[in-house]
């Protein structure tokens, strides 16, 4: 299993560009989630999805927008993107249990907006 | 609400001296307690967790936590410390209902072990 697997990397966008990170799961986990780590801030849920055509908002999902078509694929879009959303974006699922909720995260996407 | 609180974002410690990275955390329900580690430029990946049953629970890599209720702790605690565990450590509590429970994490210690 290749776990979480997320990209780009890393990404340099100027403000008011757009771009979608693209994260991937082969747990066949429903739960699916995307945060932004932030220096001293630890970490803040943007959204999460609880199963495939089910999203739902967290703390901070303010300029972004996520899809949910299948049970592996949770994409998170940027549209306008601005200097606040330089950060580190992470993916993470975990499975149906909900007395589990342990979870896998992928490696990560630094993103710089300049 | 929940919430978490870690004291102290930098900690220093020598080579197989005992590591303590302290966490406190506030719930109006029982909770599902969690560490995880970050090592550089990496996701991060579960230490330990605590759900129900035994309060000292064991992890991977020699690291242990003991819930307290009492003191509502959850502080993180290895014996000796090694140059590999250096690396970043989130405390996070779980609650909630239903089918999804929302995850609320710390700022994160950063682990400095000195040779």
Same mark, same amino acid.
């Given at each position: 299993n290749a776990g979480v697997t997320q990209t780009p990397k890393f990404r340099i966008l100027k403000i008011g560009q757009s771009m979608t990170l693209q994260c991937t799961q082969d747990m066949n986990h429903n739960y699916m989630y995307w945060y932004r780590q932030d220096p001293?801030?630890? +970490?803040?849920l943007i959204y999460y999805s609880v199963g495939a055509g089910i999203t739902d908002k967290g703390e901070v999902p303010n300029g972004y927008n996520v899809s949910r078509s299948t049970t592996e694929d949770f994409p998170l879009r940027l549209e306008l993107a601005a200097?606040?959303?330089?950060?580190?974006?992470?993916?993470?699922?975990?499975? +149906?249990?909900?007395?589990d909720n342990e979870q896998f995260f992928g490696p990560g996407t630094r993103l710089t907006v300049l | 609400a929940q919430s978490v609180t870690q004291l102290g974002s930098h900690v220093s410690v020598s080579e197989?001296?005992?590591?303590?990275?302290?966490c406190n955390y506030s719930s109006s329900v029982p909770p599902y307690l969690f560490w995880y580690v970050q090592y550089p430029n990496q996701g991060l990946q579960l230490l330990l967790k605590y759900t129900t049953g035994a309060t000292l629970v064991k992890g991977i890599n020699g690291f242990e936590a003991e819930f307290k209720k009492s003191e509502t702790s959850f502080h993180l605690t290895k014996p000796s410390a090694h140059m590999s565990d250096a690396a970043e450590y989130f405390c996070a509590v779980s609650e909630g209902s239903g089918g999804y429970?929302?995850?609320?994490?710390?700022?994160g210690t950063k682990l400095q072990v000195i040779p």
């Open positions: 001293g801030m630890g +970490l803040k200097p606040s959303q330089t950060s580190v974006y992470f993916c993470a699922s975990s499975p +149906l249990q909900v007395w | 197989g001296a005992l590591v303590l990275l302290r429970q929302k995850v609320t994490f710390g700022i």
